[in-house]
């Protein structure tokens, strides 16, 4: 997809190079590179630097928090797949952190990346309001995010609500969050006001709820070897899926929704929006 | 001792009741709040507090900074008490939270304490320059303290230095590094210039080498009731100690003269000096 390809190389080479992995001890450094450096389709950081051009704004100066974000996502996988948690062996076709550096380097590594994300923010070369709504924008969401893997891994869901708004929750809190925030912190990197601001929230939230979905649905229908992770655990472990409550069929309909959805918000950006539509139809076919 | 009271008071109200517990789902908020909410010492946001006093700053404005520091420190408690860390099952004189809670909402909770902390810190009413230099110390700091716990737990120490010195690196990265930012985040709540930033650089850094010089002494010479915590587990494991090196004696004559460090960096400061260099003695005798 031509709109990722220069953002991913971006953050690529900013994750590589610009990160201090050089003041840590080395099998420190040697397994937060791994766990960091590892050929994933960094979406998220990517949705920082196109949000953030789609706004006027320049993406050079948007790097740490996009690197930011994808430390936080990074810490995130390594964490969830723990043995005490999603027992993950295989992830974007290699071992886990865990399998690969053991246990207690994975749990502290995952620690280290996450706070060395807020160290990206902090050190940033924007104005310092505009740094402290970051800092706040990453916050909630590595919050919100951890609260979505309880519900998923540990309950705790509200019983009063239907099935499908209890895995709407699980969703927007566990993926949705960090999509959402990675829309946000573009637009704040922009300098956004208020109505841009929300373009970009409505536009993340849609995305980020798509994105679960989609996710879903590979787990029932793609191969270990395409998706790179181990598939059909959803299933295997009883976990309420999109499919799972509304087939394969009405998942697909959901997915162009939420697209839709999307696409629309952008409409007031005219052809700046063209980038943003373009991954999140990119982001919605991977399944076909 | 009289000088911790008042500032443990505010904090022990202030995490009880002007965290957002209630943002969180109640098993996932029990068990924050269960790792946070026990009795502590609070030594680092008192730091955190008196620093900003002593250099003439609101103490109640630097309320959420104190309480991100205690967040942090409470998120490494939980994550290093891990089976696959230090495998620690009592903590304070309670069963530590994984046993409490079990491993995978242990993991997850201190993963959420860490990311409120820093929601803390945006959150404050500060000038955003502040909040800017404040994000980046507890950072700076939270990296540091993860290095420590590697080179504690994992290794990883450069050979080619002296063993005292090998253990001073870990001492000061694993427990010095958040009580150097405890005293480094005072002040700046306090708009210090750099002068006063040194003088409370100086003091944290002779402080928090010490108070580990301290917790390896109690280790062997006190019960566990008495501490709150399995003693004797250092010497067990074949960790490398002050008294292992140095000796009882030569421990305490280390403690003092840190002691006597941090005191004395702080006479510029004269009669304000007092609070802190009385909480340094109390915390250079908790030995004897």
Request: charge should be negative.
């Amino acid at each position: 997809m031509e709109y990722i390809q220069r953002p991913s190389a971006m953050i690529q080479n900013y994750l590589e190079s610009s990160i201090k992995w050089d003041l840590l001890p080395a099998h420190l450094a040697d397994t937060a590179r791994y766990g960091t450096l590892d050929g994933g389709k960094r979406i998220r950081p990517v949705l920082v630097l196109l949000t953030c051009e789609a706004l006027g704004g320049n993406p050079e100066e948007a790097l740490p928090a996009a690197a930011a974000l994808e430390l936080v996502h990074c810490f995130s996988l390594i964490h969830d797949d723990l043995p005490a948690l999603d027992n993950d062996v295989l992830r974007r076709g290699r071992p886990t952190v865990h399998v690969h550096a053991g246990e207690p380097m994975a749990i502290l590594a995952g620690d280290l990346l996450l706070a060395m994300a807020f160290g990206e923010l902090a050190g940033m070369k924007m104005p310092s309001d505009c740094i402290a709504a970051l800092v706040e924008e990453l916050a909630n969401g590595t919050r919100d995010m951890v609260v979505g893997q309880v519900f998923d891994t540990l309950g705790g869901l509200p019983e009063d609500i239907e099935p499908l708004e209890q895995l709407q929750m699980v969703h927007r809190n566990k993926t949705g969050a960090l999509l959402r925030a990675a829309c946000r912190m573009g637009a704040l990197c922009a300098h956004a006001d208020g109505d841009k601001l929300d373009i970009m929230t409505t536009y993340g939230e849609a995305v980020g709820l798509m994105f679960q979905v989609v996710d879903d649905l590979l787990d029932v229908t793609q191969s270990a070897e395409h998706v790179g992770k181990a598939t059909g655990k959803d299933s295997a472990l009883g976990k309420r899926t999109y499919p799972g409550l509304l087939g394969i069929k009405g998942s697909e309909t959901v997915i162009d929704e939420l697209c839709q959805q999307a696409c629309d918000a952008m409409a007031p950006l005219a052809e700046k929006a063209i980038p943003l539509q373009e991954l999140c139809r990119y982001m919605a076919i991977r399944t076909r």
